[in-house]
């Protein structure tokens, strides 16, 4: 559930965003970079690799370099006073706790997923987990490229972690992670009854998705007050707003 107060509306702005964007050179940072051609609402103002120095001006800051390059967006977002979204994983414990302290400041995001479409898939499974409860049993099967080095995949055990919290029974042993070929990402979370089986899937088909949910989200952080976000409170917002006549 969102824990902020979320505005139904965006101010009115005459500018396109000026996105300040490290780890530029990354695998990620350029699909940010291409995606951003395109967009007329965010431009892209400075970008940033290991060593560069962030720039004077700026209205957010997007981090997708190294736990350590983390540490200089998070300081220019300090002096930006611009909200900040960190899709870098691996963090460490006292990273992540000086960003939740800078979001006194600024709105602020760390989400190592930023597919807006896996958004909706764990949104679906905390719902099916809290109305089946213990009574079902829950399996979950990923598949990503076979150069992946993690397994379970972050998303996976987030997955499993939103099912647990639902009351769904989900054991370390249901949990499959398959590497092989070129797969971008799959991920499937079967929730079995006595008598019938619910199937919940998302398959990545190219990692621009990644870049267009990043610069999305970037966007909606933007327009709101200084606080710690999570991709959920995206999704609680666009539900709130779907439903609004």
């Known amino acids: 559930m969102p824990t902020h107060p979320l505005p139904t509306s965006s101010s009115?702005?005459?500018?396109p965003l000026r996105a300040v964007l490290f780890g530029a050179r990354g695998r990620m940072g350029a699909a940010i970079v291409k995606a951003l051609q395109g967009d007329r609402a965010m431009v892209l103002h400075a970008s940033l690799g290991r060593g560069d120095a962030p720039p004077m001006e700026g209205d957010v800051v997007l981090d997708f370099s190294s736990p350590e390059g983390s540490k200089?967006?998070?300081?220019?977002?300090?002096r930006l006073s611009a909200p900040l979204l960190v899709g870098t994983t691996g963090l460490p414990a006292d990273a992540v706790e000086a960003m939740r302290a800078h979001a006194a400041v600024v709105p602020v995001m760390v989400s190592s997923n930023?597919?807006?479409?896996?958004?909706?898939?764990?949104?679906?499974?905390?719902?099916?987990?809290r109305v089946v409860g213990s009574d079902w049993r829950v399996?979950?099967?990923?598949?990503?490229?076979?150069?992946?080095?993690?397994a379970p995949s972050g998303t996976a055990l987030h997955l499993a972690r939103t099912a647990r919290q639902g009351g769904a029974t989900l054991p370390d042993s249901d949990?499959?992670?398959?590497?092989?070929?070129?797969?971008?990402?799959?991920?499937?979370?079967?929730?079995?009854?006595?008598?019938?089986?619910l199937c919940l899937s998302h398959e990545a088909r190219d990692r621009a998705l990644f870049a267009h949910g990043a610069i999305t989200l970037a966007r909606w952080l933007c327009n709101r007050p200084a606080g710690w976000y999570t991709v959920r409170d995206w999704l609680a917002h666009r539900v709130g707003a779907?439903?609004?006549?």
Do not use: N, Q, Y
């Open 12 to 15: 009115e702005r005459t500018a």
């Open 72 to 78: 200089s967006a998070l300081a220019a977002s300090k």
């Open 114 to 129: 930023t597919s807006l479409g896996v958004a909706l898939l764990d949104g679906m499974v905390d719902r099916a987990a």
């Open 139 to 150: 399996e979950l099967e990923e598949w990503h490229h076979a150069a992946k080095r993690d």
């Open 175 to 197: 949990i499959v992670a398959h590497r092989e070929g070129t797969v971008v990402g799959r991920h499937e979370i079967r929730l079995i009854g006595p008598f019938e089986t």
């Open 242 to 245: 779907a439903g609004t006549p």
